[in-house]
């Protein structure tokens, strides 16, 4: 009896406290939960290139794809997915190696994902797409828009960065090391390796493409034709301002969002901000 006394005290302890965080949090500093995606119209693993590629679809219209970031999963996107696919046809992919995906044998890069997205559109017959990338998904996202601009509507990019110098430092951020200890969950949880052996392999590809991508100079950035959104938060921890300035003045037209009160985890943060952004991007 004492025993479930002092562990409902502990519990109850336990709430206060975070609540207390809670509330005494900006809402930029505070990462919340990874939603789930709604059931799809149509999902599966698809051989694409050199490994097995895990997408979804929802909805009917024109097809919008939705790139997630680096060492993360198409979950995140969960809030978003719903509100799209209402008007649109919405793919979701899990980057190679990432979620429900396969990573393949060949070095992790931008341009082998956007190889990954442009084999998966073929194979859904879908000629030219708008795309929504975050982080990784961004820089996807401009690698595309470089190289095959005729496979892209438009590209929303938030939270991307145009060289390795324009990222910060975030391994002392507390969000941050909370959320590195959540995707390791997350990836145990999703892949088919059911691995810690190869999340470590991941995690290893994805730095070091880190330290060396993308390097998106002024003279590529002032090739791209389609139309942009350079978009990110004005609390982001993970990119710098004068970075995602850079992109936009380079990108000829491009337009420069800063969502207000959010971080790099926007959509989760305030999903209706960035949800009516999205909106009028794609219906502009």
Not at 18 to 39: A, E, N, R, Y
Not at 69 to 90: C, D, E, M, Q, W
Not at 152 to 176: C, H, I, M, Q, R
């Amino acid at each position: 009896m004492k025993k479930i006394i002092c562990f409902s005290l502990a519990l109850l302890i336990s709430l206060i406290t975070h609540t207390v965080q809670s509330t005494t949090l900006k809402p930029w500093q505070v990462i919340p939960p990874t939603p789930m995606l709604p059931i799809p119209s149509n999902s599966g693993l698809l051989k694409i290139n050199d490994t097995k590629i895990w997408y979804a679809e929802y909805g009917n219209g024109s097809p919008v794809i939705l790139l997630h970031g680096g060492l993360t999963n198409s979950n995140y996107f969960g809030k978003l997915v719903p509100l799209l696919a209402n008007k649109h046809r919405i793919i979701v992919i899990d980057s190679r190696g990432h979620g429900r995906s396969f990573l393949g044998k060949k070095p992790l890069s931008y341009h082998l994902m956007a190889q990954d997205v442009l084999k998966l559109m073929d194979t859904l017959h879908i000629q030219k797409a708008s795309i929504i990338g975050w982080s990784n998904g961004a820089n996807t996202g401009v690698d595309l828009a470089i190289h095959h601009p005729a496979r892209l509507e438009k590209l929303f990019a938030f939270g991307g960065n145009s060289s390795p110098e324009g990222t910060l430092d975030v391994s002392k951020n507390p969000g941050f090391d909370a959320f590195s200890r959540r995707i390791k969950q997350e990836y145990l949880a999703l892949s088919p390796t059911l691995s810690v052996q190869y999340y470590h392999r991941l995690t290893h590809a994805v730095e070091t493409m880190w330290h060396t991508e993308p390097q998106f100079t002024k003279k590529v950035l002032q090739q791209i034709t389609v139309p942009v959104w350079i978009v990110a938060g004005d609390h982001d921890e993970a990119i710098k301002r004068s970075d995602t300035e850079f992109l936009s003045s380079s990108i000829p037209h491009a337009k420069l969002v800063i969502e207000s009160n959010v971080g790099h985890f926007a959509f989760l943060q305030n999903p209706s901000q960035f949800y009516e952004d999205v909106r009028c991007f794609l219906d502009n």
